[in-house]
């Protein structure tokens, strides 16, 4: 049923790309172990199912080179990012209110991971813009011109051998007198 064969054959450029991908799945497997980790140990929930659809839709964009699954991975990054930034801000609060920290962990923890998730998104974007236009260039979609046609120059018409004339009409008034 789902076999994750490859969409397209990636050039040599989104080859470079995709083992890049690779390195930040790794980081963000370590994440997504860390947050499992330390909700055990606190006995409090965490964001770790968000982080898993984070590594699957990444793992799957790999594989299948697949720019729609690399749009899922930015999406739920940012989504990620909103809400790893509320459980900072609410660490914060509890310490200016409080002046004290509760994990040092956690407060680690959650800023790498903010960070992470920025720097995911900024660093995926143009992968996935690389990937789209490969895609794209493969089915003939959107516009988009092979690289054999690019350099081919499309015949010219000089305007003799058609009957049409512009202007050549009696035309209407529009407003005024």
Known sequence: MCQLQQSIEPDAKLKKMIGFLKIVLAINVLVVIAQIVIAQIE??????????????????????VNYMLMGLFI???????VFVFIDLGTLFQIYIMQDKLNSVWVLGVDTFEFCFNIFAIIVTFPIYKEMKAQFLGSVGA???VSRDEENQVAPSNNGTSSSFRAFSGRGVAVGGN
């Open 43 to 64: 006995k409090k929930g965490s964001n770790s199912l968000m982080e898993l659809f984070c590594c699957m839709f990444l793992l799957m964009s790999i594989y299948t």
């Open 75 to 81: 999406f739920f990054c940012l989504y990620n990012s």
């Open 142 to 144: 959107g516009g988009a």
